[in-house]
């Protein structure tokens, strides 16, 4: 019956030592979070000159979905399409209908642009607010934007630890058209942000809807 007592002690000591050391390793991600909200830039307006913009950037135009889900989106010359055919990521409910990335040895950047199509009007912000959810996204910076129809819009800076212990920051916005919902996504690994805020930031407030 000692024994059995003992092992049984042996049990919750184990289980305590693991909990305990798994908040630790919780609050240490939590402050580490804390420190890029702290040190980390978010712009929200362009720095560029015309001139750097005329020479440095381009405009995509993708219509390859459909009339409907018709986009353009204004681009770094050295981001260019990796993949255009639509494709659904079902544990998202997103359908990806757009793909660009970094083709030369610059900073690495990645964009995306995906939607959703709903069966009743929410708020665009909303949405990307439960979109970010479930990819388990850390938001850092948030700007709520309200049109003058009384939608409210999101652009919003967040962090996402990946397997290997990088952080990847990502930039993200949101716009709508009837019950389809769009996202555009530019990411880059923590290290290269600093290099790269104003870009993601000119990208992410220079795309529209076609429709």
Known sequence: MIRIILAGAAIALLTTSCQMKTGNEVKKEEQKQMDIKQDINFPLETSFTNDY??????????????????????????????????????????????????????????????????????????????????????ILKQHLITAKNGEKYLDVL??????????????????????????????????????LAGTMQHISSNWGLKS
């Not at 967040?158 to 993200?172: E, F, P, Q, V, Y």
């Not at 709508?176 to 996202?183: I, M």
């Open 53 to 138: 913009l005329v020479k440095n950037f381009w405009k995509a135009n993708y219509d390859s979905a459909g009339e409907k889900l018709a986009y353009y989106v204004i681009l770094p010359k050295n981001v260019k399409a990796t993949k255009v055919e639509p494709e659904l990521v079902k544990t998202l409910g997103l359908t990806i209908i757009g793909q660009y990335s970094t083709i030369d040895q610059g900073a690495y950047m990645e964009v995306q642009v995906a939607y959703e199509s709903l069966s009743t009007k929410i708020q665009p912000s909303e949405w990307l607010g439960d979109k970010l959810k479930t990819m388990n996204e850390t």
């Open 158 to 195: 967040t962090a996402k630890k990946m397997k290997d212990g990088n952080d990847i920051i990502s930039r993200l916005t949101v716009l709508k058209s009837d019950l389809n919902y769009f996202t555009i996504k530019t990411s880059c690994a923590r290290k290269d942000y600093k290099s």
